[in-house]
C-alpha cells in the first residue's frame, strides 16, 4: 500500500453454500421469545437497501437506527389512520423501496395503493382475532441483537408496527448475528460479492475481532497502517468499497463521518444494511468511477482507494475522483506485481509531492 500526503475466522461457509431459504429455515429451530410493547421501541429498522437510505436520510436525515416509531409502517397507523392516501409518508416509503427493488413498472400508484389496502387488511384482521381471544399474531417477528443493546428488526416491519400501535405483545425469533450478517452478504450474483468460493470479498470486523470471514482477510491489518491522526475525527471516503468493511473500521477508530462508493448496487445495498448492525457514521451510494467524482461530493480529509485501478475502465475518471476528492491524505493500494510507476498517471507528483511506501499485507486475497 502507498501512503499519499497532498498541498489514502472462517465464514459460515456452510450457511452461505446453502440459500437463503436454508438459512432461514435454520432460524425457525431457535427459541420464540415475546417482545413486550414497551420493549418494541428498543427496535430498529434493518431492511435497508440503496431506496430506503435515501429516504431515511431526506425524512430523518439518518437512517442506521430509525426506531419503530419512526417507521413509515407505524406513522401509516397512528397519522393517516390506517387509510390509503396517496402521497402520504407510508406510500413514499413504497416508492423509494419498490424503485430500487422492483424498478418503475412495479413500482407505479396502483400497486402501491393495493399494498396499502392489503396493511389496513391485516391491520383489522388482528383487531378481530384480539377481540376472539385468538393469538393476535400467526408467525413471530425476525430480529436481530447489535452490539450496543438494540434489536434490528430483521423481517416483520407491518406485524410490528400494528404491535406498538395497538399496544400488543408480539413473539420474536432472535436470529444470531452471524446469520443475518451472512444472509446481507449473500450476494451469489457478484464475484467481489460472494460469488466466488461462497464467501464475500471482505471479511467484517468489530474491533479486533473477525466476525465473519471473507476472502480478503487482511481489511484490519490494512486499516492498521493508516495513521491514527488521518482517521481520528476526519472525513473519510473510501473508492470501491465494496460492502463496506474499511468504512466500518474507520469509524470504529474515530472517524467523524465515513462515505463509500461502490459501482455496485447489490453491494452498496449490503453495506446499507450492515449499518443497521453496525451503527456507524457511514453513508453508502452507488457511483461509477469511470465517470469521475461524484458531482455533489466534498473532499474529504482522508481517501482510501484498495485494489481498484484495475477495475476502472477509463483511468482519467479515476484520477479526477482522487485529485478532486483528496483535502489531505490519500491512502492507495496497487494491484500485485505493480509497481509506483504503474500508477504515475493516477498519482501525479505535483499534487502527491510526498510519498509514503508501506508493507505489503499479508492477509489472504480473493
Same mark, same amino acid.
Given at each position: 500500500? $502507498?501512503?499519499?500526503?497532498?498541498?489514502?475466522?472462517?465464514?459460515?461457509?456452510?450457511?452461505?453454500? #446453502?440459500?437463503?431459504?436454508? $438459512?432461514?429455515?435454520?432460524?425457525?429451530?431457535?427459541?420464540?421469545?415475546?417482545?413486550?410493547?414497551?420493549?418494541?421501541?428498543?427496535?430498529?429498522?434493518?431492511?435497508?437497501?440503496?431506496?430506503?437510505?435515501?429516504?431515511?436520510?431526506?425524512?430523518? @436525515?439518518s437512517c442506521h437506527s430509525v426506531p419503530l416509531s419512526q417507521f413509515p409502517h407505524y406513522q401509516y397507523l397512528a397519522q393517516d389512520h390506517a387509510v390509503p392516501t396517496a402521497g402520504c409518508e407510508y406510500?413514499?416509503?413504497?416508492?423509494? &423501496?419498490?424503485?430500487?427493488?422492483?424498478?418503475?413498472?412495479?413500482?407505479? +400508484?396502483?400497486?402501491?395503493?393495493?399494498?396499502?389496502? &392489503?396493511?389496513?387488511?391485516?391491520?383489522?384482521?388482528?383487531?378481530?382475532?384480539?377481540?376472539? #381471544?385468538?393469538?393476535?399474531?400467526?408467525?413471530?417477528?425476525? %430480529?436481530?441483537?447489535?452490539?450496543?443493546? /438494540?434489536?434490528?428488526?430483521?423481517? =416483520?416491519?407491518? /406485524?410490528? &408496527?400494528?404491535?406498538?400501535?395497538?399496544?400488543?405483545? $408480539?413473539?420474536?425469533?432472535?436470529?444470531?448475528?452471524?446469520?443475518?450478517?451472512?444472509?446481507?452478504?449473500?450476494?451469489?450474483?457478484?464475484?467481489? @460479492?460472494?460469488?466466488?468460493?461462497?464467501?464475500?470479498?471482505?471479511?467484517?470486523?468489530?474491533? /479486533?475481532?473477525?466476525?465473519?470471514?471473507?476472502?480478503?482477510?487482511?481489511?484490519?491489518?490494512?486499516?492498521?497502517?493508516?495513521?491514527?491522526?488521518?482517521?481520528?475525527?476526519?472525513? %473519510?471516503?473510501?473508492?470501491?468499497?465494496?460492502?463496506?468493511?474499511?468504512?466500518?473500521?474507520?469509524?470504529?477508530?474515530?472517524?467523524?463521518?465515513?462515505? =463509500?462508493?461502490?459501482?455496485?448496487?447489490?453491494?452498496?445495498?449490503?453495506?446499507?444494511?450492515?449499518?443497521?448492525?453496525?451503527? &456507524?457514521?457511514?453513508?453508502?451510494? %452507488?457511483?461509477?468511477?469511470?465517470?469521475?467524482? +461524484?458531482?455533489?461530493?466534498? +473532499?474529504?480529509?482522508? %481517501?482510501?482507494?484498495?485494489?481498484?485501478?484495475?477495475?476502472?475502465?477509463?483511468?482519467?475518471?479515476?484520477?479526477?475522483?482522487?485529485?478532486?476528492?483528496?483535502?489531505?491524505?490519500?491512502?492507495?493500494? #496497487?494491484?500485485?506485481?505493480?509497481?509506483?510507476?504503474?500508477?504515475?498517471?493516477?498519482?501525479?507528483?505535483?499534487?502527491?509531492?510526498?510519498?509514503?511506501?508501506?508493507?505489503?499485507?499479508?492477509?489472504?486475497?480473493?
Amino acid at each position: 500500500m $502507498i501512503h499519499f500526503r497532498s498541498s489514502a475466522r472462517r465464514f459460515a461457509g456452510e450457511a452461505l453454500r #446453502g440459500s437463503k431459504t436454508r $438459512i432461514r429455515r435454520s432460524l425457525e429451530r431457535l427459541q420464540v421469545r415475546q417482545f413486550a410493547p414497551s420493549d418494541l421501541e428498543s427496535l430498529v429498522f434493518g431492511q435497508h437497501h440503496v431506496g430506503t437510505q435515501a429516504f431515511f436520510l431526506e425524512t430523518l @436525515g439518518s437512517c442506521h437506527s430509525v426506531p419503530l416509531s419512526q417507521f413509515p409502517h407505524y406513522q401509516y397507523l397512528a397519522q393517516d389512520h390506517a387509510v390509503p392516501t396517496a402521497g402520504c409518508e407510508y406510500d413514499r416509503y413504497l416508492s423509494a &423501496s419498490w424503485e430500487y427493488r422492483y424498478g418503475s413498472q412495479g413500482n407505479t +400508484p396502483e400497486q402501491r395503493w393495493a399494498k396499502m389496502e &392489503s396493511f389496513t387488511q391485516l391491520a383489522r384482521q388482528i383487531q378481530d382475532r384480539c377481540g376472539q #381471544g385468538l393469538p393476535p399474531f400467526r408467525a413471530p417477528i425476525r %430480529v436481530c441483537r447489535r452490539p450496543d443493546g /438494540r434489536w434490528i428488526l430483521v423481517d =416483520g416491519n407491518h /406485524r410490528a &408496527s400494528i404491535a406498538l400501535y395497538m399496544g400488543l405483545p $408480539i413473539p420474536a425469533v432472535a436470529v444470531r448475528a452471524h446469520s443475518h450478517l451472512a444472509e446481507i452478504v449473500w450476494i451469489p450474483e457478484e464475484r467481489y @460479492g460472494s460469488g466466488r468460493l461462497s464467501r464475500p470479498y471482505q471479511s467484517l470486523y468489530l474491533g /479486533r475481532r473477525e466476525i465473519l470471514t471473507g476472502r480478503r482477510r487482511d481489511i484490519r491489518e490494512r486499516l492498521s497502517m493508516v495513521s491514527h491522526s488521518d482517521i481520528a475525527d476526519a472525513t %473519510v471516503v473510501d473508492l470501491g468499497c465494496n460492502i463496506g468493511a474499511s468504512c466500518f473500521l474507520a469509524a470504529q477508530e474515530g472517524a467523524r463521518e465515513v462515505i =463509500g462508493f461502490d459501482v455496485s448496487p447489490r453491494l452498496v445495498s449490503a453495506a446499507i444494511a450492515l449499518n443497521a448492525y453496525f451503527a &456507524s457514521p457511514c453513508r453508502f451510494y %452507488v457511483h461509477d468511477l469511470n465517470c469521475g467524482a +461524484p458531482e455533489d461530493a466534498r +473532499p474529504a480529509d482522508t %481517501v482510501f482507494c484498495f485494489s481498484i485501478a484495475r477495475h476502472v475502465e477509463r483511468r482519467d475518471g479515476l484520477r479526477e475522483a482522487l485529485l478532486r476528492m483528496t483535502r489531505k491524505v490519500l491512502y492507495f493500494e #496497487g494491484h500485485p506485481n505493480t509497481s509506483l510507476s504503474d500508477y504515475g498517471d493516477l498519482l501525479p507528483g505535483d499534487e502527491f509531492p510526498k510519498v509514503e511506501l508501506h508493507r505489503a499485507v499479508t492477509g489472504g486475497r480473493r
